[in-house]
């Protein structure tokens, strides 16, 4: 596959998640919540983690 070609690409899928996301709101937000959702939860307990080797 070529640059071109890999760029091509991408703009597709780029246009066609953009549509998805316009079209399904409410399940793109349930996606983004449950997401940062887990970044917390993997954060914390990162943090956790470097509180017992501190220590």
């Known amino acids: 596959m070529t640059t071109e070609q890999k760029e091509l690409v ?15 709101p409410e399940k793109y937000e349930a996606i983004k919540e449950r997401y940062w959702l887990k970044k917390a939860a993997q954060y914390e307990g990162e943090r956790k983690e470097g509180e017992r080797n501190d220590g």
């Open 10 to 24: 991408k703009q597709a899928r780029n246009a066609y998640l953009r549509q998805w996301r316009k079209n399904n």
